[in-house]
């Protein structure tokens, strides 16, 4: 391996391990609360730590590992720093008012223990992947299926336009709230719409992005260019930052422009990627919902600290609502996980569909406010204690590093990857978060809508391999990452 990238993990890590978690212990000041020292803290700094490095091979290293990087980052921001800050100055999102202390060390138990089996995941499929990574899988998207999903995109949000009315659209998130509750006013109806008129839009503009220009005459390549535009045009209409939420929006901007290959085009470009979601994840994030009650954007920022104990981080209060709930309850048994499956199926015909786990753990603490997260983490734990989390953390980690194994090979011929694996990873984040039941039609929309637009082949394998068809064998350029890559791991 050679000095420089040697010398980059070095500095990432030392930023990401030590100085980061120290100035924000420096900006706590006198604040902190008595005997926070303990060994949640501990925990929590380990888990720092543990994400911390893995984040920082990733940038050194420069494997384009799209759905790696997602959930390293939800783990280092949401599951690191923000409770690293909460337990000490013990203040918890004004969301989850009255958090238990004494169930502290047994959600930051629950995150590092996910992590670590995360972390096996990954290396158990590296090394059974090893021998059969020589070939690559590039996807190649059919132009009429395309095509087709773009014509029906269009109409579908020209109908939600019609149904929600343009002015919702640019007045704020509530008032577009309002509106489509007034059109569709089953919640399960109402997500599935607005599944489809976002997604579905993304998903098409995607493919069109990706045909391959050589196989088309030149009036095709101007028909596709010409409804590319389009299609992008109407879905940044009907998804902007005034009405749309944080995690919709940023799907669909960052999900464009991977598939426009202007994120991942180069080994240089991923790095830049990389380093400005950590920053982005904290100093942004808080900032973007300005538009959520008022057309007139409040845009007031008073410091990362402060930003770390409001209501978007309250991924590590609901874990520990979870430990609560688990303790006083008991496990639920698969009962959340049947919602999830079943999320299709509208209240109306089923009354009693179980409902967000965030908002079974806000009901079960006696919030007001009950539309809250729940981090995968405490969906695992309360379907089914430890075994369930251990065994769902270690499956995700084996699902991830084998769709990056794909994802990189197919970087290494193309400018951006499949169509699934442009949107999918900046989606995660979200369904990282939870609630799942709440994700998931938007995340089974991108998913089918994506395997549709790629040629034959089995379904499933489509979907497992982002899309692979075309079978190439590998560059130079690869031979050589591949190298590096295990360099750094020794």
Not at 346 to 353: L, T, Y
Not at 364 to 393: C, D, F, H, I
Not at 417 to 445: E, W
């Amino acid at each position: 391996m050679s000095a420089r990238p040697q010398a980059l993990l070095t500095i990432v890590a030392l930023v990401l391990i030590a100085i980061v978690p120290l100035l924000l212990e420096a900006n706590l000041g006198a604040d902190v609360g008595p005997g926070s020292t303990g060994a949640a803290v501990g925990l929590v700094l380990v888990v720092i730590a543990l994400s911390g490095a893995r984040l920082s091979w990733l940038i050194a290293a420069g494997e384009r590992r799209l759905v790696e990087l997602s959930l390293w980052l939800f783990v280092y921001v949401f599951l690191g720093l923000a409770p690293l800050v909460q337990i000490q100055l013990g203040r918890y999102p004004g969301t989850t008012p009255g958090v238990l202390p004494r169930f502290n060390l047994e959600a930051a138990g629950i995150v590092l223990g996910g992590s670590v089996a995360l972390v096996i995941g990954l290396l158990m499929v590296r090394r059974r992947d090893r021998a059969g990574a020589q070939e690559s899988h590039v996807p190649v998207v059919t132009v009429r299926r395309a095509r087709g999903l773009a014509c029906a995109a269009v109409l579908l949000l020209a109908y939600y336009v019609l149904r929600v009315g343009p002015a919702a659209l640019l007045a704020s998130r509530a008032a577009l709230d309002d509106a489509a509750g007034g059109a569709w006013p089953d919640p399960t109806v109402r997500a599935v719409v607005g599944a489809l008129t976002s997604m579905l839009p993304l998903v098409a503009a995607v493919a069109l992005l990706q045909v391959e220009r050589d196989e088309l005459s030149r009036a095709d390549a101007r028909i596709n260019s010409g409804l590319a535009l389009v299609t992008m045009a109407l879905l940044l209409i009907a998804v902007n930052p005034i009405s749309s939420a944080r995690y919709v929006f940023g799907t669909v901007l960052l999900g464009l422009l991977a598939g426009a290959g202007v994120l991942y085009s180069s080994k240089r470009r991923y790095q830049i990627v990389a380093s400005g979601a950590i920053a982005a994840l904290v100093l942004v994030f808080p900032v973007a919902d300005a538009f959520r009650y008022s057309g007139r954007a409040d845009l007031s920022f008073t410091g990362p600290v402060e930003s770390l104990v409001t209501p978007d981080y309250d991924a590590f209060a609901q874990i520990n609502n979870a430990a609560a709930y688990v303790h006083r309850y008991g496990p639920s048994n698969g009962r959340q996980a049947l919602g999830v499956v079943l999320f299709w199926v509208p209240r109306s015909q089923w009354s009693g569909k179980p409902v967000d786990t965030g908002v079974l753990l806000a009901q079960q603490r006696g919030y007001k406010v009950t539309n809250l997260s729940a981090p995968l983490w405490a969906e695992l734990y309360v379907n089914g204690g430890w075994g369930v989390l251990l065994a769902g953390m270690f499956a995700l980690g084996a699902a991830a590093r084998r769709a990056d194994l794909l994802i990189r090979q197919t970087l290494q011929h193309r400018k951006a990857p499949g169509v699934l694996a442009c949107i999918l990873p900046f989606y995660l984040v979200l369904v990282l978060r939870g609630s799942l039941l709440q994700a998931m039609a938007y995340l089974v929309v991108i998913c089918c809508s994506s395997v549709f637009v790629q040629r034959s082949g089995s379904g499933l394998g489509r979907l497992v391999r982002f899309a692979p068809v075309r079978r190439v064998r590998d560059s130079e350029e690869e031979q050589e990452a591949r190298h590096q890559s295990a360099h750094l791991l020794s």
